[in-house]
């Protein structure tokens, strides 16, 4: 299959706090996992991305951590901060140099950090 | 670097016209490109995926007759929506893979919201 589920729909959490978005996926040709960003009336960008030879990957507050086994991965935004406030979308792609693979995303987080 | 615009932000039209939608790669070779359309509070929809030069290869359930791409020139590709109705309001977001780079990325645009009426 060629889905990936993502949880939950949405998220609020106290300014400070550690966020958490939780995505799995079936396919295990999938080799690339990024994160986007999206404000609303803007297009994604790319947050933070890993590949599974990996377990976890971290980028300032931003971190992934990644399950091979279980096939799941997840994001978690440290000292979460009301600027976060976004939705965030996880996907995963298969052989990633391949310049016409597509991108197959979750159906998104919607985060809220209360001030 | 790696900068994509979309033009025009936002249009409005009416119910029966044609409005077309571009996609430039500002700073580097878009060799594919790619048309996602967004529903509010919905995730990305795949519309169709775009070679420089050749036919785009639409996904399942969208009609190539309706909405017509065109990827004429490595920095620009369009999106054209014909005999706009209603229900073809959205967000339209176009994304470009660097054909030069060594590593796979899509770098999206700011997207255009289309309001037919």
């Known amino acids: 299959q060629q889905q990936v589920k993502q949880s939950p729909q949405s998220l609020i959490v106290q300014k400070g706090g550690i966020s958490i978005i939780n995505c799995a996926y079936e396919n295990t040709a999938f080799d690339y996992f990024p994160w986007y960003q999206q404000f609303p009336g803007k297009g994604p960008a790319l947050l933070i991305a890993?590949?599974?030879?990996?377990s976890e990957k971290k980028e300032g507050r931003f971190t992934i951590s990644f399950n091979k086994s279980a096939k799941q991965f997840s994001l978690h935004i440290m000292d979460s901060q009301p600027g976060d406030s976004a939705t965030y979308f996880c996907?995963?792609?298969?052989?990633?140099?391949?310049?016409?693979?597509?991108?197959?995303f979750g159906k998104g987080t919607r985060l809220h950090i209360l001030p | 670097g790696a900068v994509v615009s979309q033009h025009p932000s936002w249009v409005i039209c009416k119910s029966g016209t044609s409005v077309k939608i571009e996609c430039r790669s500002l700073d580097f070779q878009a060799t594919t490109m790619f048309w996602y359309r967004q529903f509010p509070k919905q995730s990305l929809m795949l519309m169709a995926t775009?070679?420089?030069?050749?036919?785009?290869?639409?996904e399942q359930g969208v009609e190539k007759d309706k909405f017509l791409i065109n990827h004429a020139s490595l920095t620009l590709s369009t999106l054209t929506v014909t005999s706009a109705h209603p229900e073809d309001s959205s967000f339209y977001i176009c994304s470009a893979i660097n054909g030069q780079a060594s590593s796979y990325e899509q770098y999206f645009g700011p997207g255009t919201r289309l309001t037919v009426t």
């Open positions: 996907a995963a792609t298969d052989r990633p140099l391949n310049r016409d693979d597509k991108i197959i």
């Open positions: 775009s070679n420089e030069g050749s036919k785009a290869t639409y």
């Open positions: 890993i590949r599974p030879d990996v």
